[in-house]
């Protein structure tokens, strides 16, 4: 049949006359389902290419507050523009009179709703960027922290669009809340030793400390419970914050990341010191210049400081960049060594206990 045919006499498109031919109630439908649709559309237009559009403008210019605004909305201008439809939808379906009201105040609980979230979103980020760059250790946190106080104030506020009065809630909230500090106090004393730890800013992610019960390792994380320490053999240790604030902790990296490294070692007593004091350095020097890891601007020292049993014993001092250069430095120069006060013919003596035996007469 051409198309021609779907036009009436009076010149009607087909649709125009099928749509008055409907009953009031099936317009009504059909209208809030058009609205709808219509809406959805324009949402999913809007989200993908609209604020795909402003996240790459926000990528491009220096400052954050843009890209955390972009974030915020990211997922959301769907369903804001979804709802504006369904609200002008309402109006066509032939809804009864008694749920008019609770179709409103669900209409005004989903408005809240996505406001909260967008809220929290755009709260949690600006805590983030600014926690950043006063303590960046303390990201975390900020946005834990933020997340709760905007959830719970928006659950307030939806308590009261519900009807629900809120000030014996709150009252009930500060006798339950002593009840849960009572219950979490070992977690609530986590998250303020947590808080304490970054705030004092002696101990970061990246530093490397050794804890008095004896671990070690780089901190990964201060996190609002535990603090991680990733060791040397490369596992991880996890330390309740209160552990942790309360331990005495020695921190390798801080004023500065170089630390002074010494090799204990031990000479003859027949030895010729200055020729020693002399033989170690130059290898000292040596193994520094070729050792990744190795302050090579540092001059090396000796100090000897004890006569010992069987050695006149000193110190080879040389730096290293961080703490973890260590053991490839000492390995080293503890084969550099051997070998070269071997060819200098210092003798490293082993351990020698002379005992004099006394005859009865």
């Known amino acids: 049949m051409p198309w021609c045919a779907h036009i009436t006499a009076a010149g009607t498109p087909w649709f125009a006359f099928s749509y008055s031919a409907m009953t009031e109630t099936t317009r009504g439908f059909v209208t809030a389902g058009i609205i709808v649709a219509v809406a959805m559309i324009a949402g999913f237009v809007i989200d993908r290419i609209l604020v795909a559009a402003f996240r790459r403008l926000a990528n491009a210019t220096p400052g954050k507050i843009d890209d955390v605004i972009v974030d915020s909305v990211k997922g959301i201008a769907r369903w804001t523009v979804i709802l504006i439809g369904v609200y002008y939808a309402l109006p066509f379906l032939p809804l009864p009179e008694r749920i008019d009201e609770e179709v409103t105040i669900g209409f005004r609980i989903a408005v809240l709703v996505l406001a909260i979230v967008v809220t929290s979103r755009f709260a949690s980020g600006i805590a983030a960027h600014y926690a950043h760059r006063l303590v960046p250790s303390s990201v975390s946190l900020a946005k834990i ?4 106080v905007v959830l719970v104030i928006g659950l307030l506020v939806v308590f009261q669009t519900m009807g629900i009065e809120i000030a014996p809630m709150i009252a009930a909230l500060g006798v339950g809340g002593l009840a849960v500090a009572l219950a979490l106090q070992d977690t609530l004393a ?3 030793a947590g ?7 002696q101990t970061r992610p990246g530093d490397y400390v050794r804890l008095d019960s004896g671990q070690e390792g780089v901190i990964l994380d201060i996190s609002w419970r535990t603090t991680t320490l990733r060791m040397l053999r490369n596992n991880v240790v996890i330390i309740p914050n209160t552990k942790f604030a309360q331990s005495i902790v020695t921190n390798f990296t801080v004023p500065e990341g170089e630390v002074g490294m010494a090799v204990t070692l ?4 027949g030895s010729d010191l200055a020729k020693v004091e002399r033989v170690a350095i130059e290898t000292a020097r040596e193994v520094a210049s070729r050792v990744d890891g190795a302050v090579k601007q540092f001059a090396p020292m000796v100090r000897f400081h004890t006569f010992a049993e069987s050695s006149i014993t000193f110190d080879l001092i040389l730096r290293t960049r ?10 080293e120069l503890i084969k550099a060594i051997q070998q070269r006060f071997a060819a200098e013919s210092i003798e490293i003596p082993f351990p020698i206990r002379t005992v004099h035996v006394r005859e009865r007469s």
């Open 145 to 148: 922290f933020v997340n709760v």
């Open 266 to 269: 031990g000479v003859a007593y």
């Open 322 to 331: 961080e703490f973890v250069d260590q053991g490839l430095l000492k390995h």
């Open 195 to 201: 808080i304490q730890i970054l705030a004092s800013k």
């Open 190 to 192: 986590n998250f303020f």
